[in-house]
Nanobody, 128 residues
């Protein structure tokens, strides 16, 4: 399994932007060969899927709560993925997790069980 590490979390003001990075290592399989998804878990709430892109980038899914504000992309190294978050709101405050599945796709609600590799999470706090 590929190992994932998230970075880039921190404090942002409402209306501001942050970019999270997911970096993969520990496998001959590159992150580009994986479906990549970002999940988040707010205090006292269940973890929810935010964005997903398939291993071929042929399909993607975006949660309604972040449409038009968040985008997912891949880096040029083959082992990074990004979550660009714009127009942040206090309700975006959560721990954000990167997840990956080798040669995976993005089903309609991309459930957690579809992803075998997970990072440890990075905290994003949005102040009002």
């Amino acid at each position: 399994q590929v190992q994932l590490v998230e970075s880039g979390g921190g404090l942002a003001q409402s209306g501001g932007s942050l970019r999270l990075t997911c970096t993969a290592s520990g496998s001959a399989r590159t992150l580009d060969q994986h479906a990549v998804a970002w999940f988040r878990q707010a205090p006292g709430k269940e973890r929810e899927g935010v964005l997903c892109t398939s291993s071929s980038d042929a399909s993607s899914r975006t949660a309604d709560s972040v449409k038009g504000r968040f985008t997912i992309s891949r880096g040029t190294t083959g082992n990074t993925a990004y979550l660009q978050m714009n127009s942040l709101k206090p309700e975006d405050t959560a721990v954000y997790y990167c997840a990956a599945e080798y040669l995976g796709g993005c089903r309609r609600r991309f459930p957690e069980t579809d992803f075998e590799s997970w990072g440890q999470g990075t905290l994003v706090t949005v102040s009002s």
